[in-house]
């Protein structure tokens, strides 16, 4: 099995991605894991010219087999045991890969959010798009280990 994680921009602080190489490191018993980045657009651009284009950079990286599923405020917002039930299907129904896509600061594109297949919510709360990743990444490692009937989750 193999989850992308696809975003814009990079991860700055250091001990952010710690985190996130630590759960990639711990998924690895259970997938292989991709991170991708597409460049992000500049502060400057204005807000709808930035996400259109981070959108078409999203939208290159992926391919038309691909199942998606897009981090979105407006998803849904299963518990650790509903991700755990989801995750497997998901990985299923893409042929045993998975991609997830999460938005820069403005959001994610129209065009990116008709292209997913799954809408997921990590939380009502505001994350910065890096922070995201380390908590997508820490989500998905408790599912695995609550399918495995490992401790972990409590």
Known sequence: MKMTVLSP??????WLQD????YVKRLGRYCQVSLQQVDDVPDSWPADKAVAEEGRRLLARIKPQDW??????????PDSRELAEWLPRWFQAGGSALVFVIGGS???????LERTQARLCLSRMT??????????????YRAFR????????K
């Open 106 to 112: 403005n959001g994610l594109a129209p065009a990116v």
């Open 19 to 22: 985190g996130i190489n630590e």
């Open 9 to 14: 921009g990079k991860v700055r602080e250091s």
């Open 68 to 77: 998606v599923v897009a981090l979105d405020l407006n998803g849904s917002q």
């Open 127 to 140: 994350f910065t798009h890096q922070m995201a990743r380390l908590l997508l990444l820490e989500q998905c």
């Open 146 to 153: 609550i399918q495995a009937g490992e401790p972990y989750h």
